[in-house]
């Protein structure tokens, strides 16, 4: 039975817009600056954290981003010794470890 109203697809002004320049080449963005003062807040009350000034905002996001960007590219550099086009799990969990955070789960 078909509902009326419903589709699968995104409508086209839902979706999201690329900023592009004029030769129409996609124009990125820090996308760090999407993490809101709320997320930061809720990942700082799982550390502990009763108050936060408003000063550590900028920070913490800096910090976030220099602790993702050596991630990444520890889990590039073992994607490529392994000669594979995709990183893995393991690749990520191997980079996290070697910077010090292990996980057991996987």
Known sequence: ???????RTTHKR???????DNKGQVILY????AISKSGISRIARR????????STFHLTRVVLKQFVENTV???IMYMQHARRSTI??????YALH???????TF
């Open 1 to 7: 039975m078909r509902h009326l109203g419903t589709s």
């Open 30 to 33: 820090n996308s760090i600056d």
């Open 88 to 93: 893995t799990t393991v690749d990520v969990c």
């Open 47 to 54: 550390g502990g954290v009763r108050r936060i000034s408003n």
């Open 14 to 20: 839902c979706r999201k817009k690329l900023l592009r």
């Open 98 to 104: 070697r910077c010090g955070q292990t996980l057991y």
């Open 73 to 75: 590219r520890d889990a």
